[in-house]
């Protein structure tokens, strides 16, 4: 369903780029996680596949479908859910900025209507579908920016830290809505730096570091390699990968 091989790409100023020949699939039905700190790559990742930026090197497919070549039928079959603002319009109500997407995708207003309220039932928005967004709460805004990105129901999501900055009850319905994406045999990619969040979610466990893939592997052969503590899984990882790159940095001086 997804695959990555060999992505670069570097942004002007920087001195190393900040996603470097990542590569990696995931398969359909599979919900993997970019497990990363901040800055570690992961959103500069997952802008390539939705094709926001086209990458230096290195191919992504999507379905088969080139970022690069087809990024039209790329972007039919994905959903994203960028981190931080979530883009919307305050003036519009949910269902209008909802509907606004839906327009885009060339979806009819019939069917519009009903993946409108099935979404607003999943992510218990029915008593704020029609309040414009600007008098939204933080998880408000996100569960409507949820489901603008799956309003033409794709088959794979991206989801940027989808949980950052929500309460406990939002929080919970993006994960429950997450594990009926997998139900449904939607392919589920999604970062975070949350190791617990990682550990309930995840079937493929992506660990990525300055821009590179330290480990990448089933949640299951993780555990078996490392054992059960995750968070020292990952510390054991970057650390490692500070090392490796402090003697680049002394060999190149």
């Not at 001195?15 to 398969?27: G, L, R």
């Not at 901040?38 to 926001?52: D, E, F, H, Q, Y």
Request: proline share 3%; charged share 30%; net charge neutral.
């Amino acid at each position: 369903m997804l695959s990555l091989i060999g992505i670069t790409k570097k942004f002007p100023g920087q001195m190393k780029p900040a996603a470097e020949n990542i590569t990696f699939e995931v398969k359909q039905g599979e919900v993997a996680a970019l497990l990363g700190e901040n800055g570690a790559g992961k959103t500069t990742t997952l802008r390539v596949i939705s094709t926001m930026l086209k990458p230096d090197r290195g191919t992504c497919t999507v379905m088969g479908h080139d970022s690069v070549n087809t990024p039209g039928r790329v972007r039919e079959a994905v959903g994203m859910l960028l981190g931080g603002e979530t883009g919307l319009y305050d003036r519009l109500t949910a269902r209008e900025n909802i509907s606004y997407f839906a327009d885009l995708h060339g979806m009819s207003r019939e069917v519009q209507k009903e993946n409108i309220k099935a979404l607003a039932g999943i992510l218990g928005m029915e008593d704020y579908l029609d309040k414009r967004c600007g008098t939204f709460s933080r998880g408000m805004k996100q569960k409507t920016a949820f489901a603008r990105a799956l309003i033409h129901n794709p088959p794979v999501i991206l989801l940027d830290e989808p949980t950052t900055g929500l309460d406990v009850s939002s929080s919970k319905t993006v994960r429950d809505f997450i594990i009926r994406c997998k139900d449904e045999g939607r392919t589920v990619l999604f970062s975070s730096h949350n190791i617990d969040e990682v550990k309930k979610l995840a079937d493929r466990i992506i660990i990525i570091h300055g821009g590179i893939v330290r480990e990448n592997r089933t949640r299951e052969e993780l555990i078996n390699k490392y054992g059960d503590d995750l968070e020292s899984v990952f510390i054991s990882i970057t650390s490692a990968g500070n090392d490796e790159e402090h003697r680049e940095r002394g060999s190149n001086g």
